[in-house]
């Protein structure tokens, strides 16, 4: 195997564990109902970037890889975190709204298995 085959898997395992941590962050916040807000979403980048777990098993090179560059700034508000259509979010932003859109489309799931479902009558057929 290539070096740079072994670098992707590092890479790869590294985004699945950061990914794992991210969403057991969000968690916390998404079963309170607390809305995601910058400032939330800039928390729990902090705290899944300083887990102590996530450096003791991964490289710091590859480690580093998934700090948000310090000219990619973003709000530091209690304002609702909205992307619009970007596709272009540090790692662990992208992991947190994933982790709220996916509560969001289970709640709504939820909810609409528990709406009453109409019957609906068809007209008799007369013959």
């Known amino acids: ?21 991210v969403r057991n962050i969000a968690a916390r916040y998404i079963v309170q109902d607390v809305p995601l807000t910058w400032r939330l979403l800039h928390a729990i980048e902090a705290e ?29 508000t209690d304002d609702p975190a909205t992307f619009g259509r970007s596709n272009a979010l540090p790692a662990t932003f992208a992991f947190v709204v994933s982790a709220y859109e996916e509560a969001e489309r289970a709640e709504q799931s939820r909810h609409a298995a528990e709406r009453p479902h109409r019957l609906v009558r068809r007209p008799e057929r007369r013959g």
């Open 48 to 76: 899944a970037l300083a887990d102590l777990g996530f450096a003791s098993r991964h490289d710091a090179f590859i480690a580093e890889l998934f700090k948000r560059p310090a000219d990619m700034s973003y709000p530091e």
């Open 1 to 21: 195997m290539k070096e740079q085959d072994l670098a992707a898997l590092r890479f790869q395992a590294a985004a699945r564990d950061l990914e794992h941590i």
